[in-house]
């Protein structure tokens, strides 16, 4: 198996085997040490979750500071053409 780029067959049989596996752990395991492994892995996963909501919120972050800031093409006041400038060029309002 090419680990880079498992066929389909390849990953199904690696799937099958961590079931195998998993199912063999957890019959040998007491229902209090199979309650402790549950918790534990609601843990990681809600921790997991965090983490990722973490990263997105903070990509979404740097999106919006790297996006382009365009001046508006109409004065909001007038609805005269803006020029590029700070202010509108027939009225005097803030762009």
Known sequence: M????PTPEEMQELIEKAK???????NKMTPEERKQAEIKAQRAIADDK???DKMIAEA?????????KTAPKFCGNCGAPANGGKFC?????PL
């Open 60 to 68: 979404q972050a740097v999106a919006a500071q790297s996006a382009p």
């Open 20 to 26: 195998r596996d998993l199912e063999e752990t957890l």
């Open 2 to 5: 090419d680990n880079m780029n």
């Open 89 to 93: 060029q027939y009225c005097g309002s």
């Open 50 to 52: 965090a983490k990722m």
